[in-house]
């Protein structure tokens, strides 16, 4: 393993060694909830700066073989981790603004130190648009946790609803790509492959997620049809990707692992509703 990731790996053990230190100063739920809000929330801001826009580039030195989808992987550790993470624990705790200010400077000196360290790159993208960016995102966690003190309904609930599952979703669609180079799209948008691909699995996991919601609020005197509408709808976007040649399938379990995934995470899905529909359980 080479210094790279060490420092990588460092922060992601960092991160969710904070996570769980929220959570048992808390003994709430919510806490977990606010997170993964976050980083859905996180991960709609990188679709647009990192997976379409190349705002910046990482350098962890974790998957060899291919330097973008290494990068997607400092880029979790970053927005799927230690941004959120840090979010939680100031929503959790109801810091002030020093607190907020403190972090913000100290996320923008660990920017500056992996630059220096050459082991991240910017683009186009600059530090300050990080500081920036994080004066709203920090007290953003603060105004989701109070909503979701109480029982969600109507737009607000689609939306949390779709915030949630969308980590879970984009994840596990595309880790088994970096990983196991399981598939690949191939639309010519960009001059390497994985880029195309990670780009167009952010559209893929925000197209499902918006079906998931909407699946998952109707109301059905059978919930196995939805399972059932939801299995046939993959099947038939499968179909339809590899005819029109964006879709290939490199591994015999491809197919199997995205069709049935999408069953999986409707049951999620609907449990999620079903939370923010009730609410966190009432003190005694």
Known sequence: MEFNSYLYLGLAILSILLLIYVYFKTRNTRSLLLFITMVGLGYLIEAVIYNFGHSYQYYPKLIKYDSFYDSNMGAIASNALALPAVATFIAAFRKNWIWILSFISLFAGIEWAFLKLNIYSHNWWKIGFTSFG???????????????????????????????????????????????????????????RSEDTTAFSAIYYICVCVFYVWIAKLHWKYTWLKYLLTFLLMLLVTVVLKKTGILHSLVWWDPWYYLLLPVGLLKITIILSNRLTIGPPKKA
């Open 134 to 192: 994080l004066l709203f995102y920090f007290p953003i966690a603060k105004l989701f946790l109070q909503l979701l003190s109480n029982p969600l309904k109507g737009k607000l609930h689609s939306l949390f609803l779709f915030l949630s599952i969308g980590p879970l979703s984009g994840s596990l669609h595309i880790i088994p790509i970096m990983f196991f180079t399981s598939r690949y799209y191939e639309l010519d948008w960009f001059n390497h």
